[in-house]
């Protein structure tokens, strides 16, 4: 059996794809080493988690940091990324009249309220591209994997910390913490 050729998007082609209507909108699509992948939609679950942690961000990260929320991060040529929440070092203004560089992405959240094997793919490329720290939201299990200290050779991880609803969590660099169960809704939400 001959394999099938798999053709490769760059993100530019991905973005023109979309503006033209071809995609749906994002952030239910994302660009992974050019190949197009469908995203979970986002329920009430999900939702929740979200606002609760985009809050949590510009309450105290805003001052420092740019945070940008369900649009495309370009990674590279062949990747775009559409997390649900993306930090930025500097002021907002420093991106009035450009799109912000991968090397100025400090941070990624990631939100899933779905099976946890459905994103495994996320950690990799987020550190093959030397993102500080990535955090997976896991709704379902009630916990977020906090990512630090990227190996991008390898695209992986020399730290991965697992904290439950009962801890609490600190971005790298800032002193104020989020306890894991006040971003997650209640156990029993459908």
């Keep these: 059996m001959i394999p099938k050729a798999i053709k490769r998007w760059t993100v530019d082609q991905y973005l023109d794809l979309a503006e033209k209507g071809f ?10 080493d050019g190949v197009i992948y469908d995203k979970a939609v986002s329920g009430h679950r999900h ?33 775009g990324l559409e997390p649900d929440i993306a ?5 907002y203004e420093n991106y009035r009249c450009r799109e912000p560089l991968a090397s100025e992405l400090i941070w990624v959240v990631e939100i899933i309220d779905a099976p946890l094997d459905d994103f495994q793919d996320k950690a990799p490329v987020s550190a093959r ?10 709704v379902k299990g009630r916990r977020v994997l906090v990512h630090r200290s990227p190996s991008p050779e390898s695209e992986t991880w020399g730290e991965v910390l697992e904290v439950g609803e009962a801890g609490s969590i600190a971005p ?12 997650l809704p209640a156990p029993d939400v459908p």
Excluded: C
């Design 23 to 32: 995609l749906r909108k994002a952030p239910h699509v994302e660009l992974i």
């Design 47 to 79: 939702m929740f988690a979200f606002n609760r942690l985009d809050g949590f961000f510009r309450e105290n990260m805003g001052h420092v940091a740019s945070i940008f929320v369900r649009g495309t991060v370009r990674l590279g040529t062949y990747d």
């Design 87 to 91: 930090v930025f070092r500097g002021s």
């Design 129 to 138: 591209f030397g993102i500080p720290e990535f955090w997976l939201v896991d």
């Design 172 to 183: 790298l660099g800032q002193t104020e913490s989020v306890r894991v169960a006040e971003i």
